[in-house]
């Protein structure tokens, strides 16, 4: 069992080395992003509307703090993407990976949080957390003609 530990182990310094270009560019979106809009989800960004991971990152610190009501209330499809990211951790290091399951369950619960999202626009946009509205968005600011028009209406 040991052994099986130091093999993990040194499969996800792997991991770790052949992603560190990405993870360097993520901080440098992150970084970038945070200066200039103090927003991260690109599609508030451009267009102000939420996405449908909109709260999921919220959710996840929450989940992490041991604040599960609030976790569920930002974005309850957290308590499905934290059991799916263990299982395909626990298969990448420890069992065979099972790549036909880890997509039919990706899909599955990409369908859930496209129907929470659908939902939760319905309800909640834009009053609510995290289905609010960016102001500033790069949409509005390239066209803003666009937006004083809808205003009028």
């Not at 979106?29 to 451009?46: G, N």
């Not at 709260?55 to 976790?71: M, P």
């Not at 619960?109 to 968005?137: A, D, H, K, Q, S």
Request: glycine content about 6%; overall charge positive.
């Amino acid at each position: 069992m040991k052994e099986k530990g130091k093999k993990a182990l040194r499969a996800v310094w792997q991991d770790l080395k052949n992603i560190k270009w990405a993870l360097l560019a993520l901080a440098v979106y992150y970084v970038i992003t945070y200066i200039f809009f103090r927003e991260f989800c690109l599609m508030r960004i451009i267009s102000g509307l939420p996405c449908p991971g909109c709260g999921a990152t919220r959710a996840g610190v929450l989940l992490l703090s041991f604040r599960w009501q609030e976790a569920f209330e930002m974005n309850p499809t957290i308590f499905l993407w934290v059991p799916y990211i263990v299982y395909l951790l626990w298969n990448r290091y420890f069992g065979k990976e099972r790549k036909k399951l880890s997509n039919i369950l990706l899909v599955a619960v990409c369908i859930v949080v496209i129907i929470w999202y659908v939902r939760g626009m319905f309800l909640y946009f834009p009053v609510r957390e995290p289905y609010t509205y960016f102001e500033g968005n790069l949409l509005q600011r390239s066209y803003p003609f666009l937006f004083e028009m809808m205003q009028r209406r």
